[in-house]
């Protein structure tokens, strides 16, 4: 965890400045500020209506009764996707732009879900990827909602 934290609060903050100063010194002082600036803008204002795409989304599927899941984790990406873009720097405006287009972050919310899958923590039994889902031989390569619990009994 600790080089995550490492790369959060060293490495991006160094490169946000070494970007700054040589945009800085091509562009000028006050055009670089201007351009700083005129991304978070932009971008919040892109943040909005992905927002309130997402948003309706999440509202269809649950009128007809599904749950928004990917939605959610959507909402998470757009949420970082603002947080990014409101950090002063050219490094940062560039992850939060790409969080904002939407073929990306329907493939990290992908990744992350494969990746809670193939680790077991939302599957039937701990430590055993993919217990307690039910798998349809006739259903080859298609998904199936059903996940079908596992039986147990308790012995002392």
């Not at 997402?54 to 599904?66: E, N, P």
């Not at 603002?82 to 732009?97: K, R």
């Amino acid at each position: 965890m600790f080089p995550v934290f490492a790369i959060i609060f060293l490495i991006i903050p160094i490169v946000e400045v070494y970007l700054l100063i040589q945009v800085g010194q091509v562009i000028g002082a006050l055009w670089t500020i201007f351009l700083v600036v005129l991304t978070a803008v932009i971008g919040v204002w892109l943040l909005k209506i992905q927002g309130i795409s997402t948003l309706k989304r999440a509202q269809q599927k649950m009128q007809s009764g599904q749950t928004p899941a990917r939605e959610m984790l959507e909402g998470v990406g757009l949420l970082l996707a603002g947080a990014f873009l409101l950090t002063p720097g050219f490094f940062t405006d560039t992850v939060g732009f790409l969080l904002l287009f939407p073929p990306i972050r329907t493939w990290l919310v992908n990744k992350f879900v494969s990746n809670i899958m193939i680790s077991g923590r939302f599957a039937g039994q701990s430590g055993q990827p993919g217990a307690g889902f039910k798998t349809d031989p006739s259903n080859r390569g298609k998904k199936s909602d059903v996940i079908e619990g596992v039986k147990y009994t308790r012995e002392d």
